[in-house]
């Protein structure tokens, strides 16, 4: 074989490293190359367009992330983004990195183009070594790998293309993490409804009932909490969101607040010790006359008032009295025509007194006898009464699990408005003494001590006489807050009207992590700059004449490369390394445009390499077979268990989330820990899709191969087949047209391994434990349903101040329920075994067993009931008199009254009910027998124990307010051997209630109307007096009136601790002698890390079907015995092509290494014809003996036939032959050739 020596390239060229771009411009600019007027061919992911949109791209996603972080950033990072619906929130959390992964999807087209045009940039510059040129291969190895090997020989083309690769990789790690939830306090302007408004001009003092003083009772005896209008003693608007209804119940949703000006009342008392004197009545004191003295009561500010005869203070019946009453500046005093007529002076200055002395009984309670009163110390309060009008911010709040609504009043910013028309503070003060007046008899309280007086404080009588000061701050609060309450209840009447004001919510919105931030901003910064630096050095990347990347193209540029061709004479069957130490291991490469015009590869010889050492290499040669890395057990092993590995582990992961600890916790912890699962998952990622990357790899090299393995493969599918230069999306629709179903399912697991980082990033989220610990609740008491051990009256019959109006305040007045109850269910009380944990701050949910109070009721249809005008009593059963109505004037009817009820009292008489009410609707007039709808319900009382699911807040453990009790429905279990004293009568369901009907003079109780009719027509969830005529409608309200009232007499008189021997009651519930504890689980709503559910399913699901397709993938695909080596590098191409008749001047025009794929079609080259790899049949003699040449035509269909060096001397258009020396040893070739039908015969 000849050789070359000192061969003169295509074009001339320095030797230095230029760029690309610079030399085309020079080429184009000089004519070189121009060749036929085609210009070179320049790929679409290298052209200067392409790289300014990824360049603006770049830019794009930096402006976006600065101002997505400024935007979360500012107000101290007290805002961030909204995510209104886990849509928005999903959009947000996966958007960056599917922006990402897109970008990275299109990148890879730049990696692949500068990987595959290296060694063209490089022979396009000027010779080049063949381990440069022909040999180099940057494809088939890990881009780390070609990173290094690229930058060590400085070819920094691939290695800006590679590491840019790599970058948008990492910023897709850290954009898995961009985004993280954070609680926050959200104000914006909102519109308001203030519910109601202060008005004074129709408000009656002399009109009172009894709600204000069971309002203070609720608010400062049993700690029950305000409804939205009250703080502290300050009065204001309630308000609420406009979009929300008016209900009874104003509340505010959880996380929500409000903050409005709205008008604000406080009621004042200035309090002052008073002197007193005794001054004879007539000149002179007579001690046999206790009338002949005045005790004259004078103030700091010169008010004063005489008492004729013995204070009251001194003749009441516990050893200190107290006494208050109402009295002008100048002694004017309220008379009984005053307080029951319109005719009240409201001009005068009135004031309060109190006034506090040690009695003259000594404590006997009998009054005694008066003589020597004179000699008896008495103090005395003075309170001058007033009211405070302003106008100011006010802050109402509710937090996630509370039922406190937290109010607040900015005072700093209010101002001073006009008094309320026709409201003074005398008004308020006596209707507030009045309030006190009505409450006598229904709460336990006789003015008989006059200890309602002091009613808010904790001290004893005694305490306050040794304590002046701390009897004026008694009757300072007692009556301050009456005032308030009477504000309240008269003066805010209903008028919604519209304002505006702020509204707060917390919400868990999005912030940008400063890690991701920064680190984000620097890749994609690094990434602009690589593209920068590829547009003014080396884009556009135009050095071929046309793409290169498939057999078809290459063999388009080899058939007008004879010289190149001619150098694999005898060494195409060998492998690569042997190759390199063969001749055209020896030689160096260019490529351009000859004189001719044609785009050809020529060798640049550097030594000789005699025919002999071609022998030696023949004779040494053995076939060897190349597989892909992706068919070796080193991938395939690792691919499966790994994929296997990840999708056990996002499980196993995800049931340790949702089944105890979270999975961990986070609050208060280093935020590295959290950066370790956010980030760490994403890694994984990346390393998992590699493996997959590595079998797609292989399934897009080895299939034009495999295909054309398999024999008579048409031209699409092979020669012009080249799968690594489309995008996965495309490349998925295109195997799947062609029928390439190892490389669509391949390709497939790719595509969904490229999205599963967008998953990643919602996959790790911070909330709640849900659950945190398992832990037992102790019950701590028992019910005793009848008598408890210290007396014998029942449960309920306590007579208690504080807990006796409890179900009225409820009922009436929309106050909280106490601790351990909850509507018409009593629970005992419990207590966390485990001491550690009782202290955690959060909440249990446990069911738990409580008691509630049913009555069975039925219409009496045969009623017969007799109206008896003796006792004004309704007796509904002769023989049975006990269930006629007690009291005469409580089932009367007069004027004021329009509707009237009454009941029995329990009894538990053999076959008839245990309680018996009638209800009914006093007809027009006055008279105790004008009645209608007279409907009279037999019922019997009983106590269910039933099974309830709650959640306590801990550690004081409290009703969640946002989770309500729900009964466990079959849960029912009838109390047994209860009595009559288990159950409240009818009869005393009344002083458990609030008398709300307005009264004035010397009107009772039984004048203004019964407590039970009031509660059930106006209480909370009140019924219309028409709608109660309905027997079951009156039978299910009177059944929800008596549950509360029943659950609150439990609560406040039915436990006893469970260690308390056993006691003379036959009613203990449970009977059993050891305390029960029950099962909770405990969440300490610490902030833990949990995995998200919805993107634990799609990642599992993802990776099941790409190891699903890479297993279909790797089955089908073909690679054993398929090709001889790595196909990758131009050289291995080339040798694959050598012999080969698709070669010939025939088969491939001159013109065509310009064409595009499309073009040759259109110009017929390849088409209709089938092609093989294999083994061909070499003949017996090779032409170039000394028979005649072969012609155009026969030379196109025989591939064994070898092409010697003198063809590429004289560029001759036919192919010239020669039978070289120990070819005909040779009886086979492995080629790339096109089948000719019955010429060629390939061997098995």
Known sequence: ??????????????????????????????????????????????????????????????????????????????????????????LWTYGPTAVLTVLASCWTQVEYRVIQLMPWVLMFRGPTAASESIFLDYLSSWNVESLFKSIKRKHYLVS?????????????????????????????????????MFDGTSWNPLSNDGRAFAGCVGLLKANLTPPIGIHDNYIYQP?????????????????????????????????????????????KVNPNDPQNSTAVYTSEDGCSVD??????????????????????????????????NAHMNWSVDWRLWAEIAPTMGNGTNEYAEPDGWEKKEIRVTMCKPGYDFHRGPVKIERGAGEGNIISSINLNDITMESPITDVSGGKLVYAASRSLAIA?????????????????????????????????????????????????????????????????????????????????????????????????HYVPVTVCSRDTSSIGGLATIFARSPDFMADLHWIHLQSETQMAKSILGQNRYTSGISEDGSFRISSYKEGAFCDENIATFVEKTEITWWRPLSATWVVRLPLVVMSIA??????????????????????????????????????????????????????????????????????????????????????????????????????????????????????????????????????????????????????????????????????????????????????????????EKSAVNGYVQARLPALRGRLECQERKDSNCTYDSIFHSWK??????????????????????????????AVSRHGHPTHRMLFSKCSAGSGYNTSESLHVVDCNAKIEEVDVDVRLETPNLSFDADFEPRVVEGSTRLIPNTSILSFVAFGDMRRFLINAQPSSGSDTVSDSGDAVTWTAINGINGVPGEELLSPTTLISRVNEIFGIITAQALNSGGREPFDLSQNQSSIIWPTMSTAPTYKAVLHDKRKYLVQNKVSTRILEALLGSMLLCALISLFFIKTKKVIPKNPCSIGAVASLLYGSGMLSPGAIPKGSEYCTDDELRQRGVFEEKKFTMGWWRAKEQLPGDSGPHPTTEEAQG??????????????????????????????????????????RKLLQ
Request: proline share 4%.
């Open 440 to 536: 006598d008899g229904f709460t336990g309280l006789t003015h008989a001590t006059g200890y309602q007086n002091i009613y808010a404080s904790n001290l004893d009588p005694e305490q306050l006489w040794d304590s002046s000061d701390l009897f004026t701050e008694a009757i300072h609060n007692s009556f301050s807050c009456l005032m308030g309450q009477v504000a309240k209840n008269s003066l805010l009447v209903e008028g919604p009207q519209n304002i505006q004001g702020i509204e707060r919510t917390t919400e868990a919105r999005l912030f940008v992590r400063e890690l991701s931030f920064y680190a984000m901003t620097a890749l994609i910064a690094l990434l602009s700059s690589i593209v920068i630096f590829l547009l003014s």
């Open 646 to 835: 990840v999708i056990v582990g996002l499980e196993s992961v995800f049931h340790i989330s949702e089944s105890s600890h979270g999975i961990a916790l986070v609050e208060d912890k280093s935020p590295y820990l959290h950066y370790l699962w956010v980030y760490l998952p994403a890694v994984i990622m990346f390393a998992v899709r590699c493996l997959f990357q590595s079998v797609e790899f292989g399934a897009r090299i080895i299939q034009p191969y495999s295909r054309l393995r398999k024999g008579s493969a048409p031209p699409e599918t092979t020669i012009w087949e080249n799968q690594l230069r489309k995008i996965a999306a495309y490349g998925v629709y295109d195997a799947f047209r062609k029928g390439q179903w190892a490389l669509a399912t391949a390709t497939i697991a790719l595509l969904l391994g490229a999205i599963t980082p967008i998953f990643v990033s919602g996959l790790y989220t911070t909330a709640d434990s849900e659950p945190t610990f398992t832990c037992r609740l102790a019950q701590e008491t028992k019910w005793n349903l009848e008598t408890p051990s210290n007396g014998y009256q029942s449960y309920w019959f306590s007579r208690n101040l504080t807990t006796d109006l409890i179900p009225g305040m409820i009922l009436g007045m929309n106050l909280s329920y106490p601790q351990w109850t909850y509507k018409d269910l009593a629970f005992p009380q419990f207590a966390i075994s485990d001491p």
């Open 1198 to 1239: 025989n591939s064994d036939l070898v092409r010697t060096s003198s063809y590429a001397a004289n560029h001759s258009e036919e192919s010239a032959y020669l039978n070289v020396e120990g070819a005909r040893g040779r009886s086979k070739i492995f080629a790339i050739d096109i089948d000719s039908g019955e010429q």
């Open 239 to 283: 308000f609420q969101n406009a979009k929300l209804d008016p209900v009874n119940n104003y509340t505010v949703q959880k996380h929500h607040g409000y903050e409005a000006k709205v008008n604000i009342f406080k009621p004042t008392l200035e309090c002052s010790n008073a002197t007193v004197r005794i001054d004879p009545l007539h000149g």
């Open 307 to 340: 008492i004729v005869g013995v204070p009251k203070a001194l003749i009441l019946s516990k050893r200190i009295g107290i006494n208050v009453f109402i009295a002008g500046c100048q002694g004017q005093s309220v008379g009984f025509f005053d307080e029951n």
């Open 160 to 196: 800006l293309g590679v590491g840019g690769s790599l970058l948008l990789n990492a910023a897709i790690v850290f954009s898995t993490g961009l985004f993280e939830l954070r609680p926050v306090s959200i104000s914006q302007q909102a519109s308001l409804t203030a519910t109601h």
């Open 876 to 905: 509904c059963d002769p023989d049975f008199n006990t269930n006629g109505t007690g009291y005469v004037r409580s089932v009367s009817c007069p004027g004021k009254r329009e509707y009237y009820f009454d009941g029995s009292g």
């Open 1 to 90: 074989m000849s050789s070359q020596t000192g061969h003169v390239p295509v074009h001339e060229t320095s030797h230095t490293y230029r760029p690309v771009a610079l030399e085309e411009d020079e080429q184009i600019k000089s004519g070189k190359g121009s060749g036929q007027g085609r210009p070179l061919w320049t790929p679409f992911f290298l052209r200067r367009s392409t790289m300014v949109a990824f360049l603006l791209a770049f830019i794009a996603i930096l402006c976006s992330l600065a101002g997505l972080f400024v935007y979360t950033t500012r107000r101290d990072s007290s805002l961030g983004i909204q995510t209104a619906g886990k849509m928005y929130y999903y």
